[in-house]
């Protein structure tokens, strides 16, 4: 049974260009939670997305960045013109369920703008 | 903001010392959870401990201890006999009952040298 897939492991964009981050959850599990973490920084809550449907999307930023977890196929963390504070690690994690149900963590993408 | 505080940014330690690392959390909520996790220079996030608002049971892990103290809301993390290899950034986090999210930590990097 794999683990969070998350690709690719690191990702070099020039200002401007798009960014697409993917994440393949574990066998089972319909909820997907992303993460950033800037450099020298905490991990800080992005979005949750259920099967087709974006549940709680308070840690989004306004512009430039969406998500989907489509019903067939990975969650997709989009990024639009990017910047150089939108470079760091962004991590995907995946649960059976939300609430008490442990969430289990992706290698991460490690985005870098220059 | 229900936050999660570790007020610890960078310990230092010789191996073979123990060492414990704070936090604290605020919550409104009457069922939580809480957790800690590890990455180590690699960048994964390693799962070491959920611990169930209703059990205030202390547990030990091999050389790891968590102190969860409700009556203070703290869930400090000791190591005992640290090796150089629990050299890493250790996070804190809460989850949110309602949609699963975690609320982490700044996160304390901890160097064990030998």
């Known amino acids: 049974n794999a683990g969070v897939m998350q690709n690719p492991r690191h990702l070099v964009r020039r200002r401007g260009q798009e960014a697409r981050l993917r994440c393949s959850p574990m066998k089972g599990h319909s909820h997907v939670y992303w993460y950033r973490q800037l450099p020298e920084e905490g991990l800080k809550f992005m979005v949750y997305l259920q099967k087709e449907n974006i549940i709680d999307e308070s840690g989004m930023p306004k512009e430039r960045f969406s998500a989907e977890f489509p019903k067939e196929g990975p969650s997709i963390l989009r990024i639009q013109q990017v910047v150089r504070g939108d470079s760091a690690a962004y991590f995907c994690?995946?649960?059976?369920?939300?609430?008490?149900?442990?969430?289990?963590f992706g290698q991460g993408t490690r985005l870098t703008v220059v | 903001a229900q936050k999660v505080t570790q007020a610890q940014t960078e310990i230092s330690v010789v191996e073979k010392e123990d060492v414990t690392l704070d936090c604290v959390y605020e919550?409104?909520?009457?069922?939580?959870?809480l957790f800690w996790y590890k990455q180590p220079p690699s960048g994964e996030l390693v799962f070491l401990i959920r611990r169930n608002s209703f059990d205030e049971q202390n547990e030990i892990s091999g050389r790891y201890s968590w102190n969860f103290q409700k009556s203070t809301s703290s869930f400090n993390f000791t190591i005992t006999a640290s090796q150089v290899v629990d050299s890493a950034v250790y996070f804190c986090a809460r989850i949110s009952s309602n949609t699963g999210k975690l609320i982490f930590g700044q996160g304390t990097t901890l160097q064990v040298k030998p």
């Open positions: 919550t409104r909520d009457t069922t939580y959870y």
């Open positions: 994690a995946s649960s059976m369920g939300q609430g008490n149900t442990e969430a289990f």
